[in-house]
């Protein structure tokens, strides 16, 4: 399924995609497509090399934020929830603990979470947890 998307592309430039476009009886559409699916294969890949080298990272994220994507479990979110997180970057393997204010998160279970869903929601944060794993 494809999904509309608008973009600021300076005036100047845009005419110029137009004009070699219509030149070259090209779809601007697909070059965009394929221009896109090129960056983000190569992020994706820069961003896996980084994070393979170290082995595995902690990081405690709002509940809130960690379950955004999640409606039902973010409907059962209390105000100060916290999520701790373990990226295993070795085996490509997410799982997290969600536990309530004051509470030791050694006490409630973890439970598995999609590598890269996770993996992209650690680059947002800023990566956090990366300085106390690369000073070991």
């Known amino acids: ?18 004009r070699v476009n219509n030149k070259l009886a ?3 559409s697909e070059v965009v497509r394929r221009l896109i699916e090129e960056y983000t ?6 961003m896996k090399i980084m994070a393979k080298k ?11 934020k960690f379950f955004e994507v ?18 295993d970057m070795e085996n490509e393997q997410a799982e997290y603990v969600w536990y309530g204010e004051g509470e030791n998160p050694a006490n409630f279970p973890s439970e598995p979470d999609d ?7 650690w680059e947002e944060l800023g990566r956090p947890g990366e300085e106390e794993e690369s000073g070991k």
């Open 115 to 121: 590598f890269n869903g996770v993996l992209e929601l």
């Open 54 to 64: 170290m082995k595995k990272v902690q990081f405690v994220v709002n509940a809130k």
């Open 26 to 28: 090209v779809n601007g």
């Open 41 to 46: 294969k190569e992020k994706e890949k820069e």
């Open 1 to 18: 399924m494809k999904k509309p998307r608008q973009f600021r592309i300076d005036k100047e430039l845009l005419e110029r995609f137009d």
């Open 70 to 87: 999640d409606p039902d479990k973010l409907n059962r979110v209390e105000d100060n929830d916290k999520v701790l997180v373990t990226l």
